[in-house]
C-alpha cells in the first residue's frame, strides 16, 4: 500500500484548508482504519483524527474536535481532512496513515499503523 498526502499549505489563521490522501490499490477497503498524525518541529506524532474501519465511525484529538472533519471515499481511494478555524498550533506536517488489522484502544498509537504517506507541511500564520 502506497499513501500520498497533499493539500497542505500557507493559511492565515482563522483559514481553512482540505488535505488529501491517495491510496493504491483498493488500500481503503471497508476494514481498513485510516488516520491523520501530524508533526510539529521538535515534537512527537501526534493523533488528529481516524476512521475505525468503516466511514462512519470518526475519532478526534480534543485540540481539534469541532474544528477538523474526517471523510474518506473509498470508490476513489481518497480520504480527506478539512481543517476549518486553523490556528497557528495546527502548524505541523501532516500525516495519512492507515492499518488493516487496527483495534480500537490502539487508534490514536502512531506504532500501530502499518502504512504511512510523506507528509505534507501546513502552517498556519497569525
Known amino acids: 500500500v502506497q499513501l500520498q498526502a497533499s493539500g497542505g499549505g500557507l493559511v492565515q489563521a482563522g483559514g481553512s484548508l482540505r488535505l488529501s490522501c491517495t491510496g493504491s490499490g483498493r488500500a481503503f477497503s471497508g476494514s481498513s482504519t485510516t488516520a491523520w498524525f501530524r508533526q510539529a518541529p521538535g515534537t512527537e506524532r501526534e493523533f488528529v483524527a481516524a476512521l475505525f474501519r468503516t466511514r462512519t465511525r470518526s475519532y478526534y484529538a480534543d485540540s481539534v474536535k469541532g474544528r477538523f472533519t474526517i471523510s474518506r471515499d473509498d470508490a476513489s481511494n481518497t480520504m480527506y481532512l478539512q481543517m476549518n478555524s486553523l490556528k497557528p498550533e495546527d502548524t505541523a506536517v501532516y500525516f495519512c496513515?492507515?492499518?488493516?488489522?487496527?483495534?480500537?484502544?490502539?487508534?490514536?498509537?502512531?506504532?500501530?499503523?502499518?502504512?504511512w504517506g510523506q507528509g505534507t507541511l501546513v502552517t498556519v500564520s497569525s
Open positions: 496513515a492507515l492499518d488493516r488489522t487496527l483495534i480500537l484502544s490502539s487508534i490514536s498509537n502512531p506504532t500501530a499503523y502499518d502504512y
